[in-house]
């Protein structure tokens, strides 16, 4: 039975009253690490909370999603790691999250990038198999990173997601020894039987790739 893939709005969805972004993402920064660090924050993301132990990937914050939404597994020793799949999620980072955490959605990523900032929310073990790609063989073999936005705005893509995003793929990618190239860190697009169009034209392959292979 095939695997369902990430089911955020599909389609080439315009985001919602698009903002002007260095004003309005530095406050959004602003806001959102202050209610991290007081504890008051009022999205699915800061009601989750934070394990350390819980992470992969060193300075994420682990927010799980639904039990549901991904397969326990024992990778690498039951299936290997092979590739990193890129997704731009149509969807803001706590609503991202708050999907991970309904289990009627039946989807996942193992990772999710804000866009403001660059911070890491960890919501499936990377030794388990989120339900993100669409394709059972990739989402057996593939760490996927979703990155909040929508594909035709490129103000989503911050330097600062860029810079957080290729830093956690060149970890994964040394932890997995994935070569650092664009066969194995792909789109969502380029997964074969793949109808979603993200992270669509408008991510920049050649500087994301520049970081990882820098990071």
């Known amino acids: 039975m095939r695997t369902l893939c990430f089911q955020l709005p599909t389609g080439d969805t315009m985001a919602p009253n698009a903002p002007s972004r260095r004003t309005v993402l530095r406050g959004a920064a602003v806001t959102l690490t202050a209610a991290a660090a007081t504890g008051t924050g009022t999205g699915a993301a800061a009601r989750a909370g934070s394990s350390p132990a819980a992470v992969d990937h060193s300075g994420a914050q682990w927010l799980p999603a639904s039990p549901a939404n991904y397969r326990v597994a024992r990778r690498p020793s039951s299936c290997p790691v ?28 193992h990772y999710v990038v804000r866009s403001a900032d660059g911070h890491i929310g960890q919501c499936v073990r990377e030794k388990d198999i ?19 936005g929508w594909v ?64």
């Open 130 to 148: 989120a339900r993100h790609a669409g394709d059972d063989d990739y989402d057996n073999r593939s760490i996927g990173l979703a990155h909040e």
């Open 82 to 109: 092979d590739y990193v799949v890129i997704h731009v999620t149509h969807e803001h980072f706590d609503d991202t999250v708050a999907v991970y955490r309904n289990p009627d959605r039946r989807t996942s990523t």
């Open 152 to 215: 035709h705005d490129p103000a989503w893509f911050t330097e600062e997601m860029y810079a957080a995003s290729a830093a956690l793929t060149a970890a994964v990618c040394a932890r997995y020894a994935i070569p650092l190239d664009r066969t194995h860190i792909r789109g969502h697009n380029e997964v074969p039987h793949s109808s979603h169009t993200d992270p669509g034209c408008n991510w920049d392959w050649d500087h994301y790739l520049e970081l990882v292979r820098k990071a």
